[in-house]
């Protein structure tokens, strides 16, 4: 039996992105899956980079206008500017600091290209100019992007104070607010939110509503409001939400910076079957993650798709990144369908070397002869 995924023809989805001199990415290509795309490195290897660099693109590429006139590119240049500045937050807001750094003037370039043919591309000059912005991709689904800290505890007055520049948090985080904060679809729920949304609400016990400015998850218990509850919690029920509202929609896309955090184990397995169901019903899934259980119960399902449940069933691919030998600067990427497929994996290569330390500990814990 085949991998399958539920997504019409002719949407549009990620298919591949070139960076150069951005971050620690010299020149890199990367080809995407229509279904889960990981990101695994150590720290400091240009993951978050990565996501939010994808992020942007998708978020501000897939709105501009399609006529192509001079005009509407300098307006595609000025929101790609404001985005950068927001989601990245450089000093003072100088995004030329996202260049590459080396001697003299830099350039930077990124370009997105989708599975229709469409793409959207810019340069950033170390002046922090950006130029060349194009884009035919035309309209997109939502994008949303769930950072490593979960937002639904700080959800109450958030948008207000951020948009009074009280807080000192990425724009991330703001636009994952202004998109928690939609109303929930109204009317009987379709199949495609049965699949996605029963499992998560069996998990926290509840639905998760938006009541005067605050989340609550009402179930057996009563009504406990969402800053009440575990984070595990609170991110699933997160999830729940942007599903619930039409954020996360067929052909639309999630970037989630480490979702793994903070989540006990038996909470990651529902994560990941949750990621799983997510790209089967077509949307398209960005993930940085530093977890084992996640990490390999993605690349079981991708070794073994006729063995797993039908609506989890999706490609999966896993990206490496490595940073360079001293001599050189920037970082390298591996990809693969399955996590053995990487060249260099810290995750597995600390859990084998935690396995090779109890095993000397119980050797020298034995009587010598």
Not at 110 to 125: D, I
Not at 279 to 288: K, S
Request: charged residues 25%.
């Amino acid at each position: 039996m085949k991998k399958t995924i539920n997504q019409p023809s002719g949407e549009a989805i990620l298919k591949s992105a070139s960076i150069k001199n951005f971050g620690l990415f010299s020149d890199e290509t990367l080809e995407f899956s229509p279904g889960i795309n990981v990101l695994i490195g150590r720290n400091g290897c240009g993951k978050s980079h990565l996501l939010k660099l994808l992020y942007t693109l998708v978020k501000e590429c897939g709105e501009s206008p399609a006529n192509g006139s001079v005009l509407d590119a300098e307006k595609l240049e000025n929101r790609l500017a404001r985005k950068l500045a927001g989601v990245f937050r450089p000093e003072s807001d100088r995004i030329g600091r996202l260049v590459q750094r080396g001697t003299g003037r830099r350039s930077a370039e990124a370009c997105a290209r989708f599975n229709n043919g469409k793409s959207c591309s810019f340069k950033l000059s170390s002046l922090d100019k950006i130029s060349e912005a194009k884009s035919d991709v035309g309209e997109l689904q939502e994008a949303a992007f769930l950072p490593s800290r979960e937002v639904l505890a700080l959800f109450e007055g958030f948008i207000a104070a951020y948009q009074k520049r009280e807080l000192s948090f990425d724009e991330t985080f703001n636009d994952i607010c202004v998109s928690l904060s939609a109303g929930q679809l109204r009317g009987p729920r379709n199949s495609m939110l049965d699949v996605l949304v029963k499992p998560l609400e069996e998990e926290i016990r509840g639905k998760v509503s938006l009541e005067g400015g605050r989340f609550y998850v009402t179930g057996d218990d009563g009504s406990i409001e969402a800053h009440l509850l575990s984070e595990g919690w609170r991110k699933l029920a997160a999830l729940a939400q942007l599903i619930i509202n039409g954020t996360l929609t067929r052909n639309g896309f999630l970037f989630w910076d480490e979702p793994e955090a903070n989540l006990n184990p038996r909470m990651v397995v529902q994560l990941s079957e949750t990621l799983l169901r997510l790209a089967n019903q077509g949307i398209q899934v960005f993930v940085v993650s530093h977890d084992y259980l996640l990490t390999t119960r993605l690349s079981l399902a991708s070794e073994y798709p006729n063995e797993i449940a039908e609506n989890q069933r999706c490609p999966v691919k896993f990206f490496g990144l490595v940073r360079r030998g001293s001599d050189e600067k920037g970082a390298s990427v591996t990809s693969g369908s399955k996590l053995a497929d990487l060249s260099d994996n810290p995750i597995l290569a600390e859990y084998a070397a935690l396995y090779d330390y109890e095993g000397s500990l119980f050797e020298k814990s034995q009587p010598r002869a």
